[in-house]
């Protein structure tokens, strides 16, 4: 597809358990940024790769979040014993360079913790 | 260094103006505005390059202010179609994005 592709769209888990999201930039897209979007809130910025350069990780909560960016393209965002206020949907997006290229976003993936 | 949004809410008839205010404490290199309907991914309507530019596309449109590191999004003659929550994002050179906790608007009939 031409977008940008999350997956899993839905995840419920239990309290404690670990959980892996997956975003799917568009091809050629250098920069992608997750974000974390609680229920009637905003975009709370969580981590930002651009290219080849160390990732901006300033916005993770907590040293439970984690993220990586294999080759460039598809990047995973780690959870690790999850707590309820993780439940939010996580946001995936990708621009072609960087900050002032429009940004495109995934559909997101709901994370319920129970 | 999260940009402020002002209104928090509008409500609004059809063919009604508006204005969504975004400032910032720090420099802004750009400033992003994107709208996002409910259940659904937000989706890019403009950006805008320090130097006091103003853009538009059909009855939307925005201004930069770098002085007052302000940005504001009009909307005229609102449309039913216009519902929804707007973000401003803000770039302060650093590349990152960082959005405001958004404007929800919402268009009577």
């Known amino acids: 597809g031409a977008g940008v592709s999350q997956s899993p769209s839905n995840k419920v888990t239990e309290k404690g358990k670990d959980v892996e999201l997956r975003c799917d930039p568009i091809?050629?897209?250098?920069?992608l940024y997750w974000y974390r979007q609680s229920l009637g809130q905003g975009l709370e910025f969580l981590i930002y790769?651009?290219?080849?350069?160390?990732?901006?990780k300033s916005g993770l909560p907590s040293d439970r979040f984690s993220a990586e960016r294999t080759g460039g393209s598809v990047s995973t965002l780690t959870i690790q014993r999850t707590q309820q206020e993780d439940s939010a949907v996580y946001l995936c997006a990708s621009s072609s360079k960087q900050g002032n290229q429009p940004q495109h976003f995934g559909d997101g993936t709901r994370l319920s913790i129970l | 260094q999260q940009p402020v949004q002002s209104p928090q809410a509008v409500i609004l008839r059809e063919g009604e103006d508006a204005v969504i205010n975004c400032s910032s404490s720090k420099a802004l290199y750009s400033v992003h505005w994107y709208r996002q309907k409910h259940g659904e991914a937000p989706v890019f309507l403009m950006i805008l390059l320090k130097g006091g530019e103003q853009k538009g596309h059909d009855k939307i449109s925005a201004s930069f202010n770098e002085k007052k590191q302000q940005s504001s999004l009009y909307l005229t003659a609102s449309q039913l179609s216009y519902s929804g929550t707007y973000f401003c994002?803000?770039?302060?050179?650093?590349?990152?994005?960082?959005f405001g906790k958004g404007t929800r608007l919402h268009i009577l009939p």
């Open positions: 091809s050629g897209h250098t920069a």
């Open positions: 790769f651009q290219g080849n350069s160390a990732p901006d």
């Open positions: 994002g803000t770039d302060t050179r650093d590349d990152k994005i960082i």
